[in-house]
Nanobody, 125 residues
Framework: QVQLVESGGGLVQPGGSLRLSCAAS????????IGWFRQTPGKEREGVSC????????YYAPFVKGRFTVSRDNAQNTAWLQMNALKPEDIAVYYC??????????????????WGRGTQVTVSS
């Protein structure tokens, strides 16, 4: 059974950092692109970042570029999203998703087949 589990969310002050993890089970992450998305109530889920199966292609949404860093370790079947300089507008539930893609890095919600349940990120003083 394919499963993705996010962790690492929480409450952080503006300017602080969090590191989200996405642990995969039931399949090998090798050969799968991993995407990170976020959603706030009343808004559509939006793409934050993605990383191709070998890490050679990476995308960041303009609103996180320079602050967030995506990475992965296929041997550990885990991906990460390092989030620095967090802002109140980064408050959302963050999701990781996977799709079988060898080299590309899809950025759309509909491009992904499997999703985690999300982890809440709150930025507040």
């Amino acid at each position: 059974q394919v499963q993705l589990v996010e962790s690492g969310g929480g409450l952080v002050q503006p300017g602080g950092s969090l590191r989200l993890s996405c642990a995969a089970s039931g399949f090998s992450m090798d050969g799968y692109a991993i995407g990170w998305f976020r959603q706030t109530p009343g808004k559509e889920r939006e793409g934050v970042s993605c990383i191709s199966s070998n890490g050679g292609t990476i995308y960041y949404a303009p609103f996180v570029k320079g602050r967030f860093t995506v990475s992965r370790d296929n041997a550990q079947n885990t991906a990460w999203l390092q989030m620095n300089a967090l802002k109140p507008e980064d408050i959302a539930v963050y999701y990781c998703a996977a799709v079988e893609k060898s080299y590309s890095c899809p950025t759309g919600v509909n491009d992904y087949d499997d999703w985690g349940r999300g982890t809440q990120v709150t930025v507040s003083s």
